[in-house]
């Protein structure tokens, strides 16, 4: 059984960027940038936020933080998106999720312009996702597959399932996977809540994308031998023996399922740490397709 | 075993929308128009588009074809586009594919405006779907859905094995039918030709759409018992007594697999008059949304 170690992958991919930045520095070629919107004192975000400036400064990124108060005007909002997507400092423009209750998201996300839209919400992206045409891809999805694709798993008419169908994970790695193209080629089965027994579909799995939420809910028995494991749940259980009370565990109960599983992710430490290296790597492509 | 009758189907459906229709302008509220814009000269796609024409009139809605010539430039097809995009009158605009090989389909396409687009292929169309935000969908996999809808036949829950990632069938199909709505929660596989064997898949198969384009390919022994069949294919094959020369074939062998499914969709007469339905829906509820 073999970890997919999501912490040393995502560091090999800002080396990778570092490397490719230094050398646009060194040719006077300008640098990537991107701009982080944070509406609002949700401290989740908040960290988020500094994690994501913090990660674009170590690769030579240029990275700033716009944080405005819980009532900004959702007209103001929106304004300022416009003034980033004219701004040609700045090659991606992630605005924190979730926004004050009186801001129309999808509104928000839609006011992006396709080309800076490195988180891949806007419904443009995830079209031409869909259809097969260059997009930014949401990065969690974009991590599974870099993820795959660096620890050399075929994919090609293998069956990959899905557990859950959310819109930053579920539906867009299915439509990632089911691709004709290099890297996916899998047969794609997206189960979730409405199916009578999830095992049936968890068993037939050579790839199983754990994603819908639930803590430790795939067990030993409900995988066959040798199957490859992607764990994207990050949930909170109560943890007397840990410093915070809490530790964090996955979908998956790795104690059982890795020991069915050829390949498996770890939580923390596996997709988690993809998802900022990904949202990096968008902006440097965000870049070199568009900034200059 | 039922047969899916896409012809009576549609029909009920094109009735339904002639007494809408008469009803808007019993009240004085203008009519729903389609334009279809044909460039070159494709006979097969001057057969479609007549038949549109001709649907939109039977029912009352105003239609338009625009006929060009082949050497069309694609600034001025955009232009033209984009003038129905602010003409009252209309409320789907329709191009006719393929285009002539000096335009580029994709920049046509999003020419129109999402709010105009009824064959939903417009990249934000797709995107729209995917995330379950209202959109135009495009005319087949809708009229799949409808035909399973007036059959009232149970998808929630159910294994739907699509055959096929095409962008106009097999993608739209399995990313409707996974949503968590009425009608749809299906438990969806996108299977195609990477798979090694596609009768694994088929097999699982409570409801299931064949849309690959391969003449019969779907026999008796690679169903279950009690499948609802649903047969996107529409194939020529050779046929010395048909008066043509040739006769249309499902992606399904009826015969056989007649004779295992609960219900079926025949070839012709099952999706195919469902598609032309769909798109008048579609023109329909785009002049309720957006015409006024």
Tied chains: 1, 2.
Excluded: W
């Excluded at 997919?4 to 060194?26: S, Y």
């Excluded at 047969?187 to 939420?213: E, F, N, R």
């Excluded at 949930?235 to 790795?254: M, P």
Aim: aromatic fraction near 6%; include cysteine.
């Amino acid at each position: 059984m073999i970890i997919l170690d999501g912490k040393k992958i995502a560091q090999d991919i800002r080396n990778e960027l570092k490397a490719d930045i230094d050398n646009l520095k060194f040719l006077g070629k300008g640098i990537p940038g991107l701009v982080a919107i944070l509406v609002g004192d949700n401290p989740a975000s908040e960290i988020y936020v500094r994690n994501k400036a913090k990660a674009c400064e170590e690769i030579g990124m240029r990275a700033k933080t716009e944080k405005h108060p819980a009532d900004m005007k959702e007209e103001d909002l929106l304004r300022l998106i416009e003034s980033y997507n004219n701004n040609k400092q700045y090659h991606g423009i992630l605005v924190q999720l979730p926004l004050p209750k009186h801001i129309d998201e999808d509104k928000v996300i839609e006011a992006i312009s396709p080309q800076k839209d490195v988180d891949g919400f806007h419904p443009i992206s995830v079209g031409n996702l869909v259809i097969g045409k260059p997009a930014f891809r949401s990065c969690t999805p974009a991590g599974i597959q870099e993820l795959l694709i660096r620890y050399k798993i075929e994919t090609k008419g293998k069956h990959l399932v899905v557990l859950g169908r959310s819109n930053i994970v579920g539906k867009p790695i299915a439509n990632i996977m089911l691709q004709k193209k290099e890297f996916a080629n899998s047969i794609v089965t997206i189960c979730h809540s409405a199916a009578p027994d999830v095992s049936y579909y968890t068993k037939q799995a050579d790839i199983l994308v754990a994603a819908m939420g639930s803590p430790k809910f795939v067990k030993g028995n409900m995988v066959k031998e040798g199957v490859v494991v992607i764990d994207v749940g990050i949930n909170r259980i109560e943890d007397s023996t840990a410093s915070k009370g809490y530790r964090l565990v996955g979908d998956v109960d790795f104690d059982e399922v890795s020991k069915q599983a050829s390949y498996i992710s770890p939580v923390p430490g596996g997709v988690g740490p993809m998802t900022i290296a990904m949202l990096l790597k968008n902006t440097y492509e965000g870049f070199i397709k568009y900034g200059r």
